[in-house]
């Protein structure tokens, strides 16, 4: 007799060949994987996507059209339930319609009795207050809530969502693993750091970029650092790199270089995992390289930069609004000198989060064998 068959829905913001983003598909696919294996279950997700032919390719799962509205309900309609998450889905940063359209999602897996499950989300900011009530009526109707830190859960508990309802786990890349698990970088290979950096465009002036690129170019100069650009979302992180690299006047310079063409989480992981300290502007250029034993610097645009590094004990060393050129500097110099230490002051710290990262796809496995369980009984 086979296995039991699961199909979930998975809704996120996927399909766009945003790394981090689509680490966390990745995450929650391989998490949904183990843990169905230890509960006799064979999980059959179904990706909404913005490119499902392209999702499809890059992982083997089944997708729909995300803004197709009867793909999305046809894929509901034939599955066991639905996880929404997890990144920072429920926010009114970039614009008014991105809560009601994952609220929507939710509330239409409710109206088909589905059961809903919130995977490791990034609440706010959540500016427009008319959203909170919307929040509130949909997230209490979903069988399992988990936020990726205290702050998204104090502020779901403005919004009226009882405290002990809502898990406070990491963000499911914490769980990821490259695809070649000797990524991890020998520091006797070669004498010469390197440095990776993730940056993206956030001020219109893109004076942060020219206050980076000027610290980076001391870095390469000075120090004889080798300095290695990771775009993590396409095509926007590698035109800002190439910004950033043009201001270094880093034409012709060997130490000065950019990563191309990755575009599979696992992979672009490994790439992290090669160097001696990462430079990040992205959320999850941070993760990627905590996961990997990587000292991080911060470059904090939000909220979530900082809340992610609180949760490793350290504070950003700039943001787009202030970035201290001598600061990032004293920081790397830091870093690169004490990165032995700084792994062990970290190790147990990581590796627990690294462990609690699955807690959610072990939840909602459970949840949903409960509810088969207790549909058994009852008929």
């Given at each position: ?58 992982y083997g799962v089944r997708a729909a059209h995300r803004m197709k509205p009867m793909e ?308």
């Amino acid at each position: 007799m086979g296995a039991a068959v699961k199909r979930i829905v998975l809704s996120g913001y996927y399909g766009y060949k945003n790394s981090g983003d689509e680490a966390v598909l990745q995450s929650i696919l391989l998490a949904l994987q183990k843990e169905g294996g230890r509960h006799g279950v064979r999980v059959e997700p179904i990706v909404l996507s913005g490119d499902p032919a392209w999702t499809d390719r890059m992982y083997g799962v089944r997708a729909a059209h995300r803004m197709k509205p009867m793909e999305v309900i046809r894929a509901i309609r034939q599955s066991d339930g639905l996880i929404s998450g997890g990144g920072s889905l429920l926010q009114d940063a970039t614009g008014a319609k991105t809560i009601p359209y994952y609220l929507a999602i939710i509330k239409l897996a409710q109206w088909f009795g589905k059961p809903t499950f919130v995977y490791s989300q990034g609440i706010g900011p959540v500016r427009r207050k008319m959203f909170y009530s919307w929040i509130s009526r949909v997230y209490n109707k979903c069988q399992y809530l988990s936020v990726r830190d205290s702050e998204s859960a104090e502020l779901l508990a403005q919004m009226g969502i009882r405290g002990e309802r809502v898990e406070v786990v990491p963000d499911p890349v914490m769980g990821l693993t490259p695809r070649d698990n000797g990524s991890l970088r020998n520091p006797s290979e070669t004498d010469r750091p390197v440095v990776g950096v993730s940056v993206r465009y956030w001020k219109e002036d893109r004076s942060e970029l020219r206050k980076l690129a000027k610290c980076l170019g001391r870095l390469e100069e000075e120090r004889g650092i080798e300095i290695r650009f990771l775009p993590f979302h396409l095509p926007d992180d590698e035109r800002a790199s190439l910004d950033v690299m043009d201001w270094m006047n880093a034409k012709g310079k060997p130490n000065v270089h950019i990563v191309r063409d990755v575009i599979h989480p696992q992979d672009m992981l490994a790439q992290v995992g090669q160097c001696d300290l990462l430079i990040g502007m992205r959320l999850h250029s941070l993760i990627y390289a905590a996961s990997q034993y990587v000292p991080v610097i911060g470059i904090s645009y939000d909220p979530k930069i900082d809340q992610f590094l609180h949760r490793l004990g350290m504070e950003a060393a700039g943001s787009t609004d202030h970035m201290d050129v001598p600061k990032i500097l004293e920081e790397v110099d830091r870093l690169l000198r004490g990165k032995m230490q700084w792994i062990e002051s970290k190790r147990l710290l990581i590796d627990q989060l690294k462990e609690a990262a699955h807690r959610p796809a072990e939840h909602i496995l459970s949840l949903m064998q409960e509810s088969k369980r207790a549909l058994k009984e009852g008929s």
